[in-house]
């Protein structure tokens, strides 16, 4: 149980292009959702959490206008790259959790691998 | 402010024992995660702590001293496969996972 799907696993598009990455939970409903960016041989960065039906919260320095995320049902979760450059070219994953408190461990999609060119 | 530290990297024989571990300085605490990360993978989900004391599962344990604010992963029999990084994360009250860095463990024959 609590998989999570995340899709495109690879995106490779020319600078100014957005990008769209999706991140299902497939067998459970996810109240929480969350975004992180990885470069490589560093830690996971915590983008924004986004909670279904509300607007995501941003952790500081990262551009709201500029990473899109909707949260539009308990399973689907979306993170929109607009008009992206080279620097944004990093490992993105995102993660499902299915209550708010408790002991509820995240649970990782594949991740994406963002390359602009 | 919240802090998670652990090793940076680590080496050990397969075959062997290794541990690795972490602290933490949290605002509240609601349990301390471990995760395994391969080189070029997302994150996989290993062991939940919230009450002191080691819990076991197959090779690897996880051990959580609330009053020390310090945990640690025990792998046993380790196999070439378990070379990964391995992330601590503790939960605050506000039940927002702190991360560390991330300890890559690389294993030798």
């Known amino acids: 149980g609590a998989v999570v799907s995340q899709h495109p696993s690879w995106v490779i598009c020319k600078s100014g292009t957005s990008v769209k990455i999706e991140c299902r939970s497939l067998?459970?409903?996810?109240?929480?959702m969350f975004w992180y960016r990885q470069f490589p041989k560093q830690s996971l960065m915590l983008m924004a959490t986004?909670?279904?039906?509300?607007?995501?919260?941003?952790e500081q320095g990262v551009e709201k206008d500029k990473f899109l995320i909707n949260h539009a049902s308990l399973t689907l979760s979306t993170l929109t790259v607009t008009s992206a450059h080279p620097e944004d070219s990093s490992f993105y994953i995102c993660?499902?959790?299915?209550?708010?408190?408790?002991?509820?461990?995240?649970?990782f999609g594949d991740g994406t691998r963002l390359s602009i060119l | 402010g919240q802090n998670i530290d652990q090793p940076t990297e680590m080496t050990a024989t397969e075959g062997a024992i290794v541990q690795i571990n972490c602290t933490y300085q949290?605002?509240?605490?609601?349990?301390l995660f471990w995760y395994q990360q391969h080189a070029g993978e997302a994150p996989t989900f290993l062991s939940y702590?919230?009450l002191d004391g080691l819990e076991e599962k197959g090779r690897f344990s996880s051990f959580l001293s609330r009053s020390k604010g310090y945990s640690y992963l025990l792998l046993k029999e380790l196999q070439m496969k378990d070379s990964a990084s391995y992330l601590c994360?503790?939960?605050?009250?506000?039940?927002?996972?702190?991360w560390g860095a991330g300890t890559k463990l690389i294993i030798k024959p």
């Open positions: 993660s499902a959790r299915v209550a708010t408190g408790g002991s509820q461990p995240q649970h």
């Open positions: 067998d459970f409903q996810a109240t929480t």
């Open positions: 986004s909670n279904e039906g509300s607007k995501a919260t941003y």
């Open positions: 949290t605002s509240g605490f609601n349990g």
């Open positions: 702590n919230v």
């Open positions: 994360a503790a939960m605050d009250s506000n039940y927002q996972l702190i």
